[in-house]
């Protein structure tokens, strides 16, 4: 006892009155977004407005390095914040002041500025990095994809983790420069623009700029030896393509395929309003995955999707995405029927106008081809869960979720909605509850029991209550 020279209450009061008034307040940025599905994903306390990716690869080695500045904006009073990243940091700088950092969980690069930093102020993150990506996994996995003369970034929900440091949830969207290195006689692709190559010393720079606000999982980085077209679609949209110079027997069908880019991409306009982007264009490098993905401006196409022949199906339902998805993001990884069921249903809608059968006609296809105890009908695509988040239903039954919808406000309300939504929520963030408000407004009609009939339960509906089908 007698060695207590100061009583609690004092010492605490000495410790306050030590500490500034901001850092009183302040406290570490949550290590997740808040996304139930995926609950480490993204970070809390402040929201990215702009990356600039300085970037150099050797594709020999898969080594990967450069530096990643953050433009960002506190959305709290912060002492520490998480940004979502796998390689290895080597420096951090917040607003030019060197900060401390650590790991931790799966994925997390935790950062402690020299000074707390107050709510709604800019911040400028600088993190230097370098590392293998292809030697990095979180809970398991990897989805850096090596390639015999490279390496592609591009998958869902997660891919930025292997290339550069983000708050990684489709609800912090930005806009991106991304320049690369790569040894000369090779390209690298990305998302938007390309403003300009440079080559010095054995190395040609790509420099690339996505300009409108794009999700983390949608900026892409593909290096390889690829070859590249550029033109201008018939409505005046840029189209940049790219094509691994080793497709082998898929190049001719690849091409015939994506080369359609602009023609689809003006199509698709027609139904869904102005492509909401400065340039189209996707990218086929030689991968061994099996899927394609919506990346913003330049979709990822796996060589596999051209191995029967063209198939703009495809390319129809990337180009889809372009507005459900890209321009309007989910505000939530259960909200991913708004993406999915969407662009599934423009595939339907690119089937009819090729009459190899009508949109009703695939909608009383789906529901006919699933007897009542598929475990199709098991899957709730309005809220599939994680594990089942690209299940086939999410697609199909999501897009026969759409015909009934279709069904009930009639096609006068329906194609209103379609080519409203891109407008009313324009680089955005929305939920499927917002759509179905959308829908009530446009169409005057109350949604609910629709909505639930064919988005929220777990069996097939009934035949009575199937207004998606004309059986
Ligand atoms: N969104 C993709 C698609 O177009 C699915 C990616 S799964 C890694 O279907």
Redesign the pocket.
Known sequence: MHRRLIAPGALAASLLLAIPASAASSSPGAPGIGDPYYPAYGNGGYDVSHYDLRLTYQPRTDELEGTATLLATTTQDLSRFDLDFLLDVSEVRVNGAKASFATSGQHELEITPAKPLPKGTPVTVVVRYSGVPSTKSAYGFS?WHRTPDGAVAA???EAAWWWYPSNDHPLDKATYDVSVAVPDGTQAISNGTLQSTSSRLGWTRYNWRSNKPQATYLTTLAVGKFDITTGTSEGGVPVVNAYSKDLGDNDGAARASVERTGELVDWLSGYFGPYPFSSAGGYVPNTT?G????TQTRVYYSPKQFANGSNTS?VV??LA?QWY?DDVSLKGWKDIWI??GF?RYAQWLWSEHEGEGTAQELADYVYASHPADDAFWAVEPGDPGPDDQ?DIAV?DWGALAVQALRNEIGDDAFFAVLKGWPKKHAYGNASVDDFRKYAEQVSGKQLAALFDTWLFQPSKPAVSAARGVSL
């Not at 899927?291 to 919506?294: H, P, V």
Request: glycine share 6%; charged share 25%; hydrophobic share 25%.
């Open positions: 989805t998958d869902e929900p995955t899927y394609a993905l919506e495809v339902h990337e995405h998805g993406n999915e662009a690209f697609y």
